[in-house]
């Protein structure tokens, strides 16, 4: 009869933690849908709570401090839409071709994750919380940065011009401009590398 009890008690704890785990995904789910929508500068908590379809209590049991549900969202969209893994140009491309290819693969990337990329870039300035996560991707394109220069002279690398080219054509802002025109992917990304080639000295 005690198994039986003991039984029973661990049965509901791990019922009451499966239901704790899937009302936490609900509400972070919620958060990026919204994120995605509005913004994250515009999303409310209750808003959050109205798509997740809990109460607003529920959302600060689980996220005590707003600024903790914002984090976990970002780092779980970021775990769901990572950018362009370096090793898939540096293992299987030859350098000479790795700026079309680094651009090809990033403007595929935008071309996918626009609507969130245009949220998170205009709101950014306004909030710590991602800022602090949009450095880290700054970081990621000041790689890709020198990765898309590897190929051309010593000189040309070192070039202030050709740097701020190289930084320019890999940002979200520059491939939000060229999609307007109507140039595809491969377009956009032929168009840069070209300019990047011949970019001046000084």
């Avoid at 293992?91 to 969130?116: F, K």
């Avoid at 602090?132 to 991707?137: D, E, I, R």
């Avoid at 190289?166 to 992917?185: E, I, N, P, Y």
Wanted: net charge negative.
């Amino acid at each position: 009869m005690v198994f039986v009890e003991m039984s029973k008690r661990k049965y509901t704890k791990g019922l009451r933690a499966d239901q704790q785990h899937q009302t936490h995904l609900k509400i972070v789910e919620a958060a990026i849908a919204l994120h995605a929508e509005v913004g994250p500068l515009q999303t409310t908590i209750s808003a959050i709570a109205d798509r997740a379809g809990v109460q607003r209590l529920t959302i600060y049991r689980h996220f005590p401090e707003e600024h903790e549900l914002l984090d976990v969202s970002l780092a779980r969209w970021f775990d769901l839409n990572p950018p362009p893994d370096p090793q898939e140009w540096r293992a299987s491309v030859a350098p000479v071709d790795w700026g079309i290819a680094i651009l090809s693969m990033l403007y595929q990337y935008y071309s996918e994750t626009a609507q969130m990329w245009a949220q998170y870039d205009r709101d950014r300035g306004c909030i710590a919380v991602l800022d602090g996560k949009m450095a880290k991707f700054d970081g990621y394109l000041e790689m890709l940065a020198i990765d898309v220069l590897v190929h051309q002279p010593g000189a040309r690398q070192k070039a202030k011009l050709c740097q701020a080219v190289a930084r320019h054509a890999l940002q979200f802002s520059t491939w939000q401009s060229l999609s307007q025109t109507g140039l595809d992917t491969v377009e956009m990304a032929a168009l840069m590398d070209d300019w990047l080639h011949k970019c001046p000295l000084s």
